[in-house]
């Protein structure tokens, strides 16, 4: 079975550095076809991609969020970091973390499963 | 940044109904293109990659067609559980991007 779980500090401060953790079981980041993405939702908003890393260490960054992002991997823990630097009410979402599979030889690709999301809060 | 617009805004329909969500591309993605479910309170699921490829477990009520720029959901019969919303999004290139969401009421 493949999971995936967000966690983290559910209330920042503005200004402050928030780092969320996804840990996942039932697949490695070994693989050359799976890599883990970081995507948010703002309350009762849509959908929005932020980063990816993959199982060689590459990463993608939203280029909207770029110089604020940082993501990492542990692949001996199963676990890929999100940092997002100096937050801002807009960035009150729920943060969710995913596998992206990525299908050879047509390299057509989609996140699943999705982990449940940690909703961060940004107040003072 | 490659937009993605969905149509209807909103869509009203009952058990039962066929249901169309429209999804196009602002430039050709060509298949590249998955939908997922969501509902209120839960994590998006998976329910077509690669345009028309149904995920498993998915039941078969959902298909999907469409290529380049213009996509389509299709519910053959709307179930309780089918309430929701949809998002399209591509992965053609980067920054991956969603729909904007249709809900179903």
């Known amino acids: 079975q493949i999971t995936l779980k967000e966690s983290g500090p559910t209330l920042v401060k503005p200004t402050q550095t928030l780092t969320l953790t996804c840990t996942f079981s039932?697949?490695?980041?070994?693989?050359?076809?799976?890599?883990v993405g970081w995507i948010r939702q703002p309350p009762g908003k849509a959908l929005e991609w932020l980063a990816l890393?993959?199982?060689?260490?590459?990463?993608r960054y939203s280029p909207s969020l770029m110089g604020r992002l940082t993501i990492t991997k542990n692949s001996s823990k199963n676990q890929v970091v999100l940092t997002m630097t100096n937050m801002d009410p807009v960035d009150t979402a729920t943060y969710y973390c995913?596998?992206?599979?990525?299908?050879?030889?047509?390299?057509?690709?989609?996140?699943?499963?999705w982990g449940q999301g940690t909703l961060v809060t940004v107040s003072s | 940044d490659i937009q993605m617009t969905q149509s209807p805004s909103s869509l009203s329909a009952s058990v039962g109904d066929r249901v169309t969500i429209t999804c196009r591309a602002s430039?050709?993605?060509?298949?590249?293109l998955n939908w997922y479910q969501q509902k209120p309170g839960q994590a998006p699921k998976l329910l077509i990659y690669?345009?028309?490829s149904l995920q498993s477990g998915v039941p078969s009520r959902f298909s999907a067609s469409g290529s380049g720029t213009d996509f389509t959901l299709t519910i053959s019969s709307l179930q309780p559980e089918d309430f929701a919303t949809y998002y399209c999004?591509?992965?053609?290139?980067?920054?991956?991007?969603f729909g904007q969401g249709i809900k179903v009421e």
């Open positions: 890393i993959y199982w060689n260490d590459d990463k």
């Open positions: 430039q050709s993605i060509s298949r590249y």
């Open positions: 999004q591509q992965s053609y290139t980067f920054p991956w991007t």
């Open positions: 039932g697949f490695s980041l070994n693989n050359n076809s799976l890599s």
């Open positions: 690669a345009a028309f």
């Open positions: 995913a596998r992206r599979v990525r299908r050879f030889p047509d390299h057509t690709n989609w996140f699943d499963p």
